[in-house]
C-alpha cells in the first residue's frame, strides 16, 4: 500500500510538471515585453486577377465559377470571390530599453512559392497617442517569409495590424486579412 500510494504521488507530480512546462509559451506572452498575436489567413483574389492565372485558378478549384457565369448570376458588380492562400502573421517585442520595439511580419503560402510581398505595419501606443507605420517590399522566391522592422514607440502598450500581400508564382494576388499584434514596450 505504501508502495501504490508513493507511485501515484510521483505520477501526479510527473503528471503536474508535465503539464507545467507544456503550458510555458502560454504563460510567456503574458510577460512584459513579449508579443500578443493572432495568425489570420490570406484570401486569394480571384477579381482582380490576369487571364492565365486566372485559368490556373479555376482549374485548380481555387475560384469557385468562372467569371462568365459570376456574371450571369449577380446583377451589378462581381462579388468579391476569394479562396484560401496561407496564412500571415504579426509579432511585437519590446527591446526592453523605454522606447523600442521588435516587428516581426511573416508571411506562408499554401498556394506555392511566392516572388513578391509588401507590407505596412500600422501601430499605435495607447498611452502616449504616439503612432506610426512601417512599410516595406521585397522581391523573394519562397514560400515561407520572414522580416524584422523597429520603431520608435516610447513606453506603453502597443497594439497594431498589418496590411499587405504577395504576389504567387502563377500570378495571382493573396491578401493579408490584417493580422494584429500587442505588447507593453518597456
Known amino acids: 500500500m505504501k508502495k501504490t500510494f508513493l507511485r501515484f504521488a510521483v505520477v501526479a507530480f510527473m503528471t503536474g510538471l508535465l503539464m507545467l512546462v507544456s503550458a510555458m509559451p502560454i504563460f510567456a506572452a503574458e510577460r512584459p515585453g513579449a508579443s500578443r498575436a493572432v495568425t489570420v489567413g490570406m484570401a486569394l483574389d480571384c477579381v482582380h486577377i490576369g487571364p492565365a492565372a486566372y485559368a490556373y485558378a479555376i482549374a485548380h478549384g481555387l475560384c469557385g465559377a468562372p467569371r462568365a457565369q459570376m456574371s450571369s448570376q449577380i446583377s451589378g458588380s462581381v462579388p468579391d ?5 496561407g496564412s500571415s502573421n ?3 517585442y519590446s527591446q526592453n530599453n523605454g522606447a523600442w520595439m521588435t516587428i516581426r511580419e511573416t ?3 499554401s498556394q506555392g512559392p511566392f516572388v513578391f510581398v509588401w507590407w505596412q505595419v500600422n501601430w499605435n501606443n495607447v498611452n502616449t497617442g504616439r503612432n506610426g507605420a512601417v512599410t516595406g517590399s521585397q522581391v523573394v522566391a519562397t514560400s515561407s517569409w520572414a522580416h524584422n522592422d523597429s520603431a520608435l ?3 506603453g502598450f502597443v497594439s497594431g495590424y498589418m496590411t499587405g500581400g504577395i504576389r504567387l508564382w502563377w500570378g495571382a494576388t493573396c491578401t493579408f ?6 505588447v507593453l514596450v518597456t
Open 81 to 85: 470571390v476569394s479562396g484560401d492562400c
Open 90 to 92: 504579426l509579432y511585437f
Open 107 to 109: 508571411a506562408q503560402s
Open 153 to 155: 514607440t516610447q513606453r
Open 177 to 182: 486579412l490584417n493580422p494584429q499584434a500587442s
